[in-house]
Every structure is written in C-alpha cells, then in structure tokens.
C-alpha cells in the first residue's frame, strides 16, 4: 500500500472492527513491524488492547468518543477524531490536568455523507473551539466519501468540493494540519486526487477490495486493480461422515433432498461460528482439492457437505472454508455475492469461539 501511494503519502492502517475479523493486536503488530507509523480504529476500547499488547504508533479514533473518555485517551497518546466544540473543550481540560501540550486531534467535516463530522456551515464555531484550545493541536483534517467505487458518482465531486472549502476554512483560521484525508480502500485504488497527505485503507490490507462501476456496471483492470491477496484461510475438519441413499431429506426444513446415494460429511462448523447461513444449499467448500457443495441449511454449529466421489475422504480431514488449494479458490467475495452482502461483513462476522493462528507474527 506504501508503495502504491508513495512515500509522501502517510498510510494510516485501519484495524478497526478487531482488524475486520483478523486480530487487531496480532495485525497491528505485524503492520507496525513492517513500518505503519499510524492504526485507525473505532472507538477508546479498541484502542486500549493495542496499547496494552505494546503497540507504540499513533493511534487514531475515527469515530469520536464518549463524554468521560477524555482523560484516558490523552494518558494513553491516542489521536481522537473530533467535530463538536464540547469534545475540544474535554479534551483541552484533560491535557491540562495530565500537563500534556500539543496533544494531536483531527477534524471530521461531513462533506455530505449525513454521518459523522461537523458540516461546512458549523466549521466557524468549531474552529473557534480549537484555536482557543491552547494544549492541543490539530494535526488532521479528515472526511469519508460515500461512493469512492462508484466511478461516475456525482457525489463524490460534490465531496471533494466542501472538503475543499473546508480545508480553506481551516487554513484562513490560522490552523495548518499536516494530515489531511478522506481515501478508503476504494479511493486508494480509483481516485488519486483524494490522496492528499494521508490515505486510510482498511479491507484492502486484509487482501480485498469492491468492484467498480460505471454506468451501472461493473469494470475493472488498467488503474482499478491492486494485488493485493487474503490473508485469512478460514479451515475445519471432518467430524463425521454419513452415507444415505436417493431421495433422503438432509438438515432443517428437509430443504435438500438427495438424487442419488450420496457421501455428505458433518462440518463442526455453524452460523455461531459466523458461517453465512444464506450460504445454505450455494455455498461450497474445499475438501481434498476437490469442491463440495454445501447441502442442506447450515445450522448454529453444524454444516453438511457432499463429498460424494471424492477419494480418500475420512474423519478429520481438513476442510477449507474461505481460502485456496492446488488452483481452487472459496474467498469472501464468493461468500458475499451468494449471501447478498459484503467481504467486509463476511469478514467481521468470523465469531471470536472461531480460534485465530499466526504462524508468521514475531
């Protein structure tokens, strides 16, 4: 990503959401190893984690905090987002009962997606805020486009527009941000102007990114690539295998019934897990380097997958939920377009009683 932005770009590694499924602690400290001298995450709990795992780059809270929050965030050198004058006046207060000068924030400007961050009209009373805040200094200047894949998006040039003046705004009260952004993955790939001094990258570290489109539909390749690859294989093994003969309904609801003998082998593996349940009767799995559907609902704790003609099949087999083997590939694009929804929440939905290994963290 570093190279792809070059080097007067800063990239802030977003490991919100536990690293979208990842690991945040495990992730960041691999991010950190190979030079990310900034993390984005969500909230103060988030934060807390890394820095007690040891985790020493800049931190930034990307979607403000709570009333209360203000002391631990300037004890723990945390960046937070800020766009209210009462989140300025707390954070001002805690620097100067800590004795902390020049502790760093960012202001969001909401350029038109109605979420976070303060519109162009209230800029002048917030700017006020933060230039009579003498403990602190406005390091970032931050927005979020609504439509970065979408490459015929009227939007996002009305975006980049009020970005603009907002950023002119800030600079005609005197404040000089050194880091100033809104690229997501998405603009990372399609939009080298929204750049600026810092992009923040999230699922594209992780080994994805969403189509593009124009016109309605989707294109890629030239400039809209980045080779990026997963970086999650997501396995289980065979807990059991059950042979049954034609026409047998197989799970709930009876919602497969068999054609022929079949083969099926019993998955420990479930919507608990965050195994996409729209997968159901789809989706398929890896067993052997072969592929085999899923048959049947997948239930809270258990999947069937038909392994008939498959050789050598036996309990305690690996089985490959989202990842590649000898040329065959199952990723969370394919789990997302079958379930109707995103790698992000496909991702994310991964459940913490999935166990995580890193073989290659230090």
């Known amino acids: 990503m570093q190279k792809h932005v070059g080097t007067a770009v800063t990239v802030c590694a977003v490991v919100k959401a536990d690293a979208y499924g990842h690991g945040a602690v495990e992730c960041s400290r691999a991010l950190e190893t190979e030079g990310a ?4 995450v969500t909230s103060l709990d988030e934060a807390i984690p890394l820095r007690d795992a040891g985790i020493r780059a800049n931190i930034l809270l990307m979607t403000g905090f709570w009333r209360g929050e203000e002391t631990e965030i300037v ?3 945390l960046t937070p987002t800020v766009w209210e004058p009462w989140q300025i006046d707390s954070l001002e207060k805690a620097a100067v009962d800590l004795g902390v000068t020049q ?3 960012h202001l969001k400007v909401d350029s038109g997606m109605g979420r976070l961050g303060a519109a162009v009209e209230q800029l002048p009373v917030v700017l006020k805020s933060l230039s009579a805040a003498e403990h602190l200094q406005l390091e970032g200047l931050s927005t979020h486009l609504a439509d970065s894949e979408v490459m015929d998006a009227p939007s996002v040039a009305e975006q980049e527009r009020r970005f603009d ?19 997501n993955t998405g603009a990372v790939i399609s939009r080298r102007e929204t750049w600026n001094t810092m992009v923040r ?3 594209a570290l992780y080994g994805y990114y969403l189509p593009f489109q124009r016109a309605g539909r989707e294109v890629s390749g030239g400039t809209l690539r980045l080779p990026v690859k997963p970086i999650l294989t997501w396995k289980t093994r065979i807990l059991s295998l059950r042979s049954f003969g034609a026409n047998q309904a197989l799970g709930y609801g009876g919602t497969y019934v068999t054609k022929a003998p079949a083969h099926v082998a019993v998955l420990p593996v479930g919507y608990a897990d965050g195994y996409n349940r729209q997968l159901s009767n789809q989706g398929r799995v890896i067993v052997r ?7 049947g609902r997948i239930s809270m704790d258990l999947t069937l ?5 498959i050789p050598g099949v036996g309990v305690g087999d690996e089985v490959i ?18 379930a109707n929804s995103t790698p992000y929440e496909i991702l994310c939905n991964i459940s913490k009683r999935v166990p995580r290994r890193y073989p290659s963290v230090v």
């Open 37 to 40: 001298r900034c993390l984005g």
């Open 103 to 105: 502790h760093p924030v």
């Open 305 to 309: 997958v038909d392994v008939t003609g």
């Open 75 to 77: 004890r723990l050198r």
């Open 201 to 203: 990258p999230g699922v």
């Open 321 to 338: 939920l989202l990842g590649s083997s000898d040329g065959l590939n199952v990723d969370a694009l394919e789990h997302a377009d079958l």
């Open 289 to 295: 380097d072969h592929y085999a559907p899923i048959v």
């Open 165 to 183: 003046l907002a950023r002119k705004m800030v600079g005609e009260a005197g404040l000089q941000p050194s880091l100033v952004h809104m690229a």
